[in-house]
C-alpha cells in the first residue's frame, strides 16, 4: 500500500537557521506529494505540493521537490523563523477511481527558539 | 475566505456516551473527508463523500461509527458508544472533487478539527 517516513522529531532550531525535513514515500501510482502544516491547536493548512516528477513546491520560503528516483520529497527553508513552529506533516495522494484521499506521515514538530 | 467549519471545537465525553460531531463543508464542494488523528500520529481516512453517496468507508469501525451526509452539503460524524481509545483530534476537510476535472479540484481544505477526549 501507500505510505510516508518522515524524519523524527522534536526538530529545534534557532531563529534564521536552516531547515531540512526528510520525507520518503512508496506509492502503488503516480502520487501527487504534499506539505502540510500545523499550528497549535488548530486543523492543517496546505503548505506547498507538487504533483509531477522535479516539480518543485514553494509556499513562504519554504522549498520541496518531487524526486522520483529517490521517492523523496524534502522540505527546506533556509532561514526559519520562531512563528514557523509547529508540526509538519508529508503526505501523498494517489487517485483510485474518485478517491483521492491523503496518506500522512507521522509528523516533525519544529521549535525555533529567538 | 471560505473555509470548512467543524463543531463543537472541544468534546469531553465518558466512556459509553454517545458523540456526534458536525462539518460544514466549503460551498460547492462535492467531497467530503473524515479523518482521525492520534495524538502524535498523521490524520488517518475514516470515510469519503462524494455528494451524499460513500465512496471510501473501509477504515470506518462500523461497530460504533456512523457518518451520514444526506443532503450532500453538511455532515455528522457519530460514535457509540464511546471507548477510551477514541480519544483523538477529528479532522473534516473538503475538495471541489468534480469528475474529469483538473487535479487541483481534489485539493483538500481542512476545517479546524474536534478534540474528543473520552474518560
Known amino acids: 500500500g501507500d505510505s510516508v517516513t518522515q524524519m523524527e522529531g522534536p526538530v529545534t532550531l534557532s531563529e534564521e537557521a536552516f531547515l531540512t525535513i526528510n520525507c520518503t514515500y512508496t506509492a502503488t501510482g503516480y502520487p501527487s506529494l504534499f506539505w502540510y502544516v500545523q499550528y497549535p491547536g488548530e486543523g492543517l493548512q496546505l503548505l506547498l505540493k507538487a504533483t509531477k516528477a522535479d516539480d518543485k513546491g514553494s509556499n513562504k520560503g519554504f522549498e520541496a521537490t518531487y524526486r522520483k528516483e529517490t521517492t523523496s520529497f524534502h522540505l527546506e527553508k533556509g532561514s526559519v523563523q520562531v512563528s514557523d513552529s509547529a508540526v509538519y506533516f508529508c503526505?501523498?495522494?494517489?487517485?483510485?477511481?474518485?478517491?483521492?484521499?491523503?496518506?500522512f506521515g507521522k509528523g516533525t514538530l519544529l521549535t525555533v527558539n529567538p | 475566505e471560505a473555509e470548512v467549519a467543524q463543531s463543537p471545537r472541544y468534546k469531553i465525553t465518558e466512556k459509553s456516551q454517545a458523540v456526534a460531531f458536525w462539518c460544514d463543508p466549503i460551498?460547492?464542494?462535492?467531497?467530503l473527508y473524515w479523518y482521525r488523528q492520534i495524538l502524535g500520529q498523521g490524520p488517518e481516512l475514516l470515510v469519503q463523500f462524494q455528494d451524499e453517496s460513500v465512496v471510501d468507508d473501509s477504515q470506518l469501525p462500523k461497530d460504533r461509527f456512523s457518518a451520514e451526509r444526506l443532503k450532500g452539503v453538511d455532515s455528522t460524524l457519530k460514535i457509540q458508544p464511546a471507548e477510551l481509545g477514541d480519544s483523538a483530534m477529528y479532522l473534516c476537510?473538503?475538495?471541489?472533487?468534480?469528475?474529469?476535472?483538473?487535479?487541483?479540484?481534489?485539493?483538500?481544505?481542512f476545517g479546524p478539527g474536534t478534540r474528543l477526549t473520552v474518560t
Open positions: 503526505a501523498l495522494s494517489v487517485r483510485g477511481g474518485s478517491n483521492y484521499k491523503l496518506t
Open positions: 476537510a473538503s475538495s471541489l472533487g468534480l469528475a474529469g476535472a483538473l487535479r487541483q479540484s481534489y485539493e483538500q481544505y
Open positions: 460551498s460547492g464542494h462535492a467531497t
